[in-house]
């Protein structure tokens, strides 16, 4: 029937628009989640710390946490469990990677902060976070995160954990290495 | 070849007589076009799939009889639950409503047919082959599917075995199945209702249906692509959910609970609309509030889209987004309840008689409206905490699920079954059919609600010593509601194969186009639409 044709198109056209949808729910989700730091996601770009007031009135427990992967071999943790620190204070904190196989391995840590609203004031200068980490088989190494907390913290927030999760990418390290050397790099 | 058969007394037919003749054997099944037909195979599907899934939760049942490991491996058990919850959401209780979609929209609207008869073919032949798929995988190296039928990543991408591909496949079909016997109601409803049947005339089942064909074109699709981000993620190196790349696991519950959450009411509506049909028939009064019904069940429809993350209090979110989805989801008891109250007003001071469809339609509500109240249990965030992956989810989903939607199909069947076969079934084998189910699912699920509180833990195979005795208990009922449902098939084979005629209208209270065709329903029926008052 003829008059059934438009109709079937639009409904074909949302079926399609919703499998569409599924997929932008991806960056949605991530754009989302950036705006509102609720899945404790810290930004992945250096914040610069230039112009911040440090806050001392009040004092921020800062935890930290590392634990490689189930898959991943190396040792990771860092150097202290905990600092005390002041909003806006600039602070270094190391943490120990060992890799006590025999081949290199290539590593990618991910942050995630908790309660995951303070994710937003939780700003990294410089991250061994932002890129990958390569590590000869039986060596070790320092790999430093300096890090302040945004004075604008609101005020219930007096402890943040910091979690990192080490994975291993050297198979994906070394997919992107033709590719890399293509560009010139 | 085409094989014409011209039947003896073809006079007798409507002048398009070339519509009459059905192929005969296989091809009449294999070819249909006819809306009756493709209606009683999706029937007989479900019907058949609701016992392979039964059978996989009397295994279940087996092995938590007793505490410790005593049939199965919790590899295999694992299997059952994941397959089991598979096959009874997209096997059993989606094909059931849409068979009766299919047998009854046409006939209630005043409709010849569907008004994608080909389409309407396809949607149904493509789904013996989605659970062909599924079922098969289960006899693979490494097994079938593993992880809950929620398919959870990471269990669904890092840890799965080989036959997640085959899972996604079967998933795909089963999707596309779907989102094609929805266009299907759609368009049959929109452009092929009889004149004089307007918005507000038509009966609640087919609004509702309506309504559910709508939420079914919108989530099926976003559940097509999930599956397929798992498959990408798990062969194709996509990091959609793995943290490792950059994607976030806790994405997967969203989107997959995107879709999870309106299927649950693509899973009630219909029954919502079988129940406001059976209720005025045996109560003999015009249903109460039926433009109320519509909106009640539009508005459950909008917010549904609204309330997914009530399934994931626990990953963490923040406390301004557990209290939006926890009122949310609340609100939704509004509407229902006002369902509730109109079925109930229907009833009041009507002159009832309790045959078996209305039997099953009574419980419903009552049963129905116990899952309703769990569901606000775990609606309540804090409490959630508790409940949350306990028997106490499990005991929920089963009162909306079995003696919501199942009872609700049930229910259909024995009040459109005498329409479909032109004979009255056995009213006391029913009866024995009703009260054998009635008593035995409540001794199945109710203890689960204690157990859950207790702190069971659901999808595991071995359970602490303290709750033996319930489990026991719970499994028996279990046997005993799976060897309830032999009646109901001995009650339908033997209707089909003959009984006491039965009149058009079959019951002294129905009302509507389908009482109005001789019983059993002629192949083609409104070939030359009815007149609407």
Redesign the interface.
């Known amino acids: 029937?003829a008059?059934?044709k438009p109709?079937?198109g639009k409904?074909?056209l949302?079926?399609?628009a919703?499998?569409g949808?599924?997929?932008a729910?991806?960056p949605l989700?991530d754009v989302f989640?950036d705006l509102?730091g609720?899945?404790?996601?810290t930004a992945a770009v250096a914040a610069t710390g230039d112009n911040a007031i440090v806050d001392t009135s009040r004092e921020i427990t800062i935890e930290f946490l590392a634990r490689p992967?189930k898959d991943m071999p190396w040792v990771f943790k860092p150097e202290v469990h905990s600092m005390k620190v002041h909003p806006g204070e600039i602070h270094i904190m190391n943490y120990l990677a060992e890799n006590p196989t025999g081949q290199m391995i290539v590593g990618?840590a991910?942050p995630s902060v908790?309660?995951?609203?303070a994710a937003l004031y939780f700003n990294k200068i410089e991250c061994f976070c932002f890129s990958q980490q390569q590590l000869a088989g039986g060596k070790d190494m320092l790999m430093p995160l300096q890090f302040y907390v945004d004075p604008a913290l609101p005020a219930q927030f007096n402890t943040i954990t910091l979690n990192y999760?080490l994975?291993?990418?050297t198979q994906?390290w070394a997919d992107q290495q033709p590719l890399q050397d293509n560009i010139g790099e | 070849m085409s094989v014409v058969i011209t039947e003896p007394n073809d006079q007798e037919h409507h002048e398009h007589d070339h519509h009459d003749h059905k192929p005969s054997g296989i091809t009449r099944w294999l070819y249909t076009t006819n809306h009756k037909d493709i209606g009683t195979m999706y029937l007989v599907f479900a019907l058949i799939m609701f016992f392979i899934g039964g059978t996989m939760a009397m295994v279940i049942r087996l092995e938590l009889f007793q505490p410790g490991m005593q049939f199965v491996e919790p590899h295999f058990f694992n299997q059952m639950t994941t397959v089991h919850g598979l096959i009874m959401v997209f096997g059993a209780v989606m094909p059931a409503f849409t068979g009766l979609a299919n047998w009854m929209i046409p006939m209630m609207i005043g409709a010849p047919d569907m008004a994608l008869p080909r389409m309407n073919n396809w949607s149904f032949w493509i789904l013996p082959f989605a659970f062909l798929i599924l079922l098969l995988s289960l006899f693979m190296p490494g097994g079938g599917p593993s992880f809950g039928w929620t398919f959870y990543a990471p269990l669904s991408t890092t840890y799965s075995g080989d036959s997640t591909a085959l899972f996604v496949f079967s998933v795909h079909i089963m999707g596309i199945s779907s989102i094609m016997g929805a266009i299907n109601v759609i368009v049959t409803i929109w452009n092929m209702r009889a004149p004089g049947m307007t918005w507000m005339k038509m009966p609640l089942f087919v609004w509702t249906w309506f309504i559910t064909a709508f939420l079914l074109i919108m989530v099926m699709p976003v559940l097509a692509g999930v599956v397929t981000m798992v498959l990408t993620d798990k062969y194709f190196g996509t990091s959609f959910f793995d943290a490792a790349g950059g994607g976030d696991p806790v994405l997967f519950q969203h989107i997959f609970w995107f879709f999870g959450h309106p299927e649950v009411y693509i899973m009630i509506l219909p029954a919502f609309g079988i129940v406001s049909a059976i209720i005025p028939t045996f109560a003999r009064k015009k249903l109460f509030g039926y433009a109320s019904m519509v909106y009640a069940t539009a508005s459950i429809a909008i917010l549904s889209f609204l309330v997914w993350a009530h399934h994931m209090f626990t990953t963490g979110m923040p406390v301004f987004a557990t209290l939006f989805f926890m009122y949310a989801t609340m609100l939704i008891a509004v509407p229902t309840g006002v369902k509730v109250f109109n079925w109930v007003a229907t009833m009041w001071r009507g002159a009832m008689t309790f045959e078996v469809p209305m039997m099953f339609a009574l419980a419903f509500i009552v049963l129905f409206t116990i899952g309703g109240f769990s569901g606000l249990m775990l609606a309540i965030t804090p409490a959630d905490f508790q409940y949350h992956d306990t028997y106490f989810v499990v005991a929920h989903f089963h009162y909306v699920l079995v003696t919501g939607a199942i009872f609700s199909i049930v229910a259909a069947v024995y009040y459109w079954l005498p329409k479909w076969t032109g004979n009255m079934y056995d009213e006391t084998l029913g009866q024995w059919h009703f009260w054998c189910s009635l008593i035995s699912v409540n001794l199945l699920f109710f203890p689960m609600h204690f157990v859950g509180l207790a702190g069971m833990p659901r999808r595991i195979p071995d359970y602490a010593l303290q709750f033996a005795d319930f489990n026991a208990f719970i499994s028996i009922g279990g046997f005993l509601f799976g060897l309830s449902q032999l009646i109901f098939v001995w009650v339908l084979i033997k209707c089909a194969r003959g009984g006491v005629k039965a009149t058009d209208q079959v019951w002294e209270g129905a009302e509507g186009l389908e009482w109005e065709v001789p019983s059993p329903a002629p192949y083609h029926t409104f070939e030359t639409p009815p007149v609407i008052k």
């Not at chain 1, 609720?38 to 996601?41: A, D, L, S």
């Not at chain 1, 908790?114 to 609203?117: D, H, L, T, V």
Request: glycine share 8%; proline share 3%.
């Open positions: 029937m008059q059934n109709l079937i409904l074909i949302v079926t399609l919703m499998f949808f599924g997929f729910l991806v989700y989640c509102t609720i899945n404790g996601k992967n990618q991910v908790s309660p995951g609203q999760t994975y291993d990418v994906a």
